[in-house]
Structures are given as C-alpha cells and as structure tokens.
C-alpha cells in the first residue's frame, strides 16, 4: 500500500477522477463557447491533472489519518486548494518545458499567477475535495466493493493499457507539431508547399489537440500554416 492506498486503488481513483475532471472540462467549455470540444491533452477522454490532483488529496488524508487525526471540512477545502496550486503549477511547468506551449491561461482572471493558477479555480477545487471526500468516493466505493476482485484487475489493466497507448500517441503528436514549428522558417514556395502537405496529412487527433486548447496556435506558429494564404502566395509566385 501507499499512502493507505492499494494499487488497484491508486489506478482506478486517477483514472476515474481524471475522466471526472475531463467531463467538467467539456461540460463547462461547452456552455461557455456552445460547441462540445474535447478538452484534454490526451487523445482518451481523460485530464490526468484532476486524476493526481484528487490522488495528492488522498494520499494526504490518509497519511494525516492515520496517525490518529480527524480532518475537518475545513481542513480538507485548505488543502484541497493548496494541493490543487501545487499540481497546477507543477503540471503548467512540465507541459511547457517538455513542448515549450501552455495549455491552458487564466491571464484574463483575477488573481492569477502567471496565468498558471487563479483563486477562482482554487477555491472551486477545494469545494470539490469535500464533495470527493464525503460524498462521490463512498458512493464509488460502496459500488466497486460490489466487482469481484478478478474482474477489477482485468478492468484496471484493460484501461491503464488504453491510458498508455493515448500518452504515447499523444506525446508523439505534440513533438510533431514541435518538430514542424521548428522547421517552417520563411515564406519560400518549397516551405509553402511543405506546410500545405503537413496540414493536409494531419490526422484528426492533430486537428483535435488545435481545437481543444486554441493557445497552442500561437506557440507552435499554427496560424501561419493557412492553406489559403500558402496557396495564394504560392499562385503570386508563379505569376511573378
């Protein structure tokens, strides 16, 4: 055990919980900008940043616990709010040194820092550790106890091995994307015709990364890859 944690526990709370954090994620988007779109880094409906958050929250509980403290509301919205700061910031800083992009920005939020964390979402975080705690988990509990051991591990392996596929499929989509921003360095016709091609081989997984964090345009230079604009300065080209 972990942190009070059997492993089965470990993967099924981030799994169950990060797919938690993602319907949030597309619940909240879609009535915000009134399109469904996949709102995470993953191909998988999954945000990994809910999934570790809820575990730190966890692991935190039980380790309090059991040296015999009671943890209190309270207690739990603090550090729910302070674990939830600490994943964020974590999880912006690695995202952005590993692909050198932001995947999400609360600049235009009060009380920000850096566009990484804003009290808004912080203090909603720690209202929903107490939710986590005393409502959804007993309930998730109370309904997994009911599986027979054997087919919780076959269920577990089955979605960590999907859950590991997406990271690979998704992490080799990211460094294409880096690899291209790298290489598109003027406006020649061989670049033009090369940007084209690029954008006309993207998968749908390209197109849906674009589509769920639309900041990444500007830092992998997506918006300079418009087929339109390459076409017509490819045709001026020709004529000149």
């Known amino acids: 055990m972990i942190c009070g944690m059997t492993y089965f526990q470990i993967c099924l709370y981030f799994l169950v919980y990060s797919f938690g954090g993602w319907v949030v994620e597309v619940i909240f988007h879609a009535v915000a900008l009134g399109k469904v779109i996949n709102r995470g880094f993953l ?16 692991a935190l509980l039980n380790t309090i616990q059991s ?4 943890m209190s509301e309270g207690m739990i919205f603090v550090f729910g709010f302070v674990l939830a700061t600490a994943v964020e910031l974590i999880a912006g800083w690695m995202l952005d040194v590993c692909f050198h992009a932001r995947w999400w920005d609360y600049s235009k939020k009060k009380f920000n820092i850096n566009g990484r964390i804003c009290l808004e979402n912080l203090f909603l975080f720690g209202i929903a550790s107490i939710l986590i705690i005393y409502i ?3 309930f998730l509990t109370s309904k ?3 599986i027979p051991s054997n087919i919780q591990d076959i269920i577990i392996i089955c979605l960590l091995m999907i859950h590991i596929v997406d990271n690979i499929v998704s992490y080799k989509i990211i460094l294409n994307l880096k690899q291209v921003s790298n290489e598109i360095k003027d406006n020649t016709i061989e670049i033009s015709e ?15 990364l674009v589509d769920a964090f639309p900041n990444i345009k500007e830092k992998v230079q997506y918006t300079k890859w418009n087929i339109k604009d390459k076409i017509e300065k490819i045709r001026k080209n020709k004529e000149d």
Do not use: E, T
């Open 144 to 146: 997994i106890n009911n």
């Open 67 to 70: 040296g015999g403290h009671q």
């Open 194 to 208: 090369k940007v084209r091609n690029i954008i006309h081989n993207k998968s749908k997984f390209h197109r849906r």
């Open 43 to 58: 191909n998988g409906p999954v945000c990994p940043v809910y999934g570790f958050g809820v575990l730190s929250v966890f």
């Open 136 to 138: 959804i988990n007993p």
